[in-house]
């Protein structure tokens, strides 16, 4: 367990900076530190995205993956293509829970109804520059019932949908072209699990 917990920092107040699609805030605190005293005011501006939910969606019958591509506009400037290769994920909404996320966002995406949802590993995405936090789940579907492509037009999405073998999956992990924080550490904690992972 950590050293210190929430009883440790002292938060002195935020500035809104920014309040588009996503916002900025600046953040004054102070924390705790190892040698026992209290730190200087600290100055941080902070990305506050929302919390977001990705699905790794399987196919235990048929041992297959369902994947999700389409263009990221944060992955222009890099040099292989912005489409990315990924689980299906989606933003949690005001009064939403992850896993109402979850099943949302596989039909909208992938055009899957998933049968159960199994916990994953959650995990801070950047906490030094952003409040996002992002709930892993497996979700169990048809493979043979998902779109060939999906999204919502209000949100301009154009989703090609995948099914892939495992073979296919590794490869890609491998190769690179699962390229994304989120593919990379669902798809990993599978194949770290998958022999426990309790249907």
């Known amino acids: 367990m950590p050293q210190f917990t929430q009883d440790d920092v002292k938060f002195l107040g935020e500035e809104l900076l920014y309040d588009g699609f996503f916002s900025m805030k600046k953040y004054r605190y102070q924390h705790r530190r190892y040698q026992g005293d209290w730190s200087p005011v600290v100055e941080r501006e902070i990305f506050e ?13 048929k041992e297959l993956f369902v994947m999700v591509e389409q263009c990221r506009p944060g992955a222009m400037p890099g040099e292989s293509s912005p489409w990315l290769l990924e689980v299906v994920a989606g933003m949690v909404e005001s009064g939403e829970k992850p896993e109402e996320v979850a099943l949302r966002e596989a039909q909208e995406e992938a055009g899957s109804e998933i049968t159960k949802l199994i916990p994953m590993n959650g995990y801070w995405v950047s906490p030094g520059g952003t409040t996002e936090y992002v709930d892993l789940f497996l979700g169990l579907v048809d493979s043979d019932e998902v779109a060939q492509y999906a999204g919502l037009d209000t949100e301009h999405e154009d989703i090609k949908v995948l099914v892939m073998d495992r073979e296919e999956l590794l490869k890609a992990l491998q190769q690179g072209r699962i390229n994304n924080a989120m593919a990379i550490i669902a798809v990993q904690w599978f194949l770290i699990h998958e022999n426990s992972i309790e249907y």
Do not use: M, S
């Not at 977001?52 to 196919?59: Q, S, W």
């Open 49 to 61: 995205r929302g919390n977001a939910v990705g699905v790794l969606l399987y196919d235990k019958t």
